[in-house]
């Protein structure tokens, strides 16, 4: 028997649980606007609130379970690291308040327009920030995208500021996880960030007391559960993204990716029965071109890196 039989089916077994992982993140944020409608009257800005806190309540669990306390401390006594993810944190409250706002308003399929264009505006800004040379397949996909969200500038008669607003907070937030993902794991990320929220999310939390009043607790005891498990419901796919990531190439998690923005659009189309005119399916098949262009131009990029050297552990990042 070859000796080197037994680790191949070691790394492959890891290469599937790697794919399922990552696969089952995907899945879950696929259907969170669904989750998301559970919790109604619970309004956006309560939610996004309460999101953050128990956020924090159930990264600290997890960081007590795992003892890695002085590995959060060693992370804390680094200002630079620090403000990275005050920079973070900064960026996913304004995308997981856009995309509650959209999903609780009946804009679920502009949320997946904002997820499908997201790896442009990621190519896209690799080129503007960190100044990479782009081919000429990318620049195509991007004049594709442009065209697609003009189309639906024009045609539907309203601008799509929630895609683009999702696309470019997120695109922005994986650039900076990208500066601090390595000396950070996806558990002391997440609470970091929201830790630097958790002022905000309390000041929220006295202003809609004040105003419209607080659904904690006062809908039911289903309510109340579904909504003490928010926190619960944005870590697991983090963890389980961060544990498929390490353990398939970064091109797998590049197609996998679209899982999520294409449940949403079902999700908007079938089950919320939002309406989408002409324009916007064409503004959608253009951009689903472009997705399609950049995604070959990936795949071929990947082979030519793959002959030259062995594969690189594909980053952790994280969604909506």
């Not at 399609?292 to 082979?303: G, H, K, P």
Request: proline content about 5%; overall charge positive.
């Amino acid at each position: 028997m070859n000796r080197a039989d037994p680790v191949s089916q070691d790394d492959a077994r890891e290469r599937t649980l790697g794919g399922i992982y990552a696969f089952s993140a995907y899945l879950l944020w696929g259907v969170l606007p669904l989750y998301f409608f559970l919790l109604v009257p619970t309004g956006p800005f309560e939610l996004v609130a309460w999101r953050i806190v128990l956020s924090l309540i159930f990264c600290a669990l997890l960081i007590t379970l795992t003892r890695s306390w002085r590995r959060l401390g060693g992370i804390m006594r680094q200002p630079r690291l620090l403000a990275l993810t005050a920079l973070g944190g900064a960026l996913i409250y304004v995308n997981w308040q856009v995309f509650i706002y959209a999903a609780l308003t009946n804009h679920v399929i502009e949320t997946s327009l904002g997820y499908f264009i997201n790896p442009i505006v990621t190519v896209l800004l690799g080129v503007l920030v960190l100044r990479e040379r782009m081919r000429v397949t990318q620049w195509v996909a991007i004049g594709i995208a442009a065209l697609a969200v003009g189309i639906i500038i024009v045609g539907y008669g309203s601008f799509p500021w929630i895609a683009l607003t999702l696309a470019a907070s997120f695109g922005t937030y994986g650039l900076v996880k990208k500066k601090y993902g390595p000396s950070v794991d996806a558990v002391s990320g997440l609470t970091l960030e929201t830790v630097w929220l958790t002022p905000l999310a309390g000041i929220v939390l006295v202003v809609v007391a004040n105003t419209s009043g607080l659904t904690m607790g006062a809908h039911g005891a289903w309510h109340t559960a579904l909504l003490l498990l928010v926190g619960v419901a944005t870590a697991v796919p983090l963890l389980l993204f961060s544990a498929g990531a390490r353990r398939v190439p970064l091109t797998v998690v590049g197609l996998l990716q679209f899982v999520a923005p294409i449940l949403q659009f079902l999700i908007g189309l079938l089950v919320l029965q939002e309406p989408m005119p002409l324009e916007r399916w064409i503004g959608f098949a253009l951009v689903w071109v472009a997705l399609a262009v950049l995604t070959a131009d990936s795949l071929r990029a990947a082979r030519r890196s793959r002959r030259q050297v062995p594969e690189a552990p594909a980053p952790i990042g994280d969604v909506v």
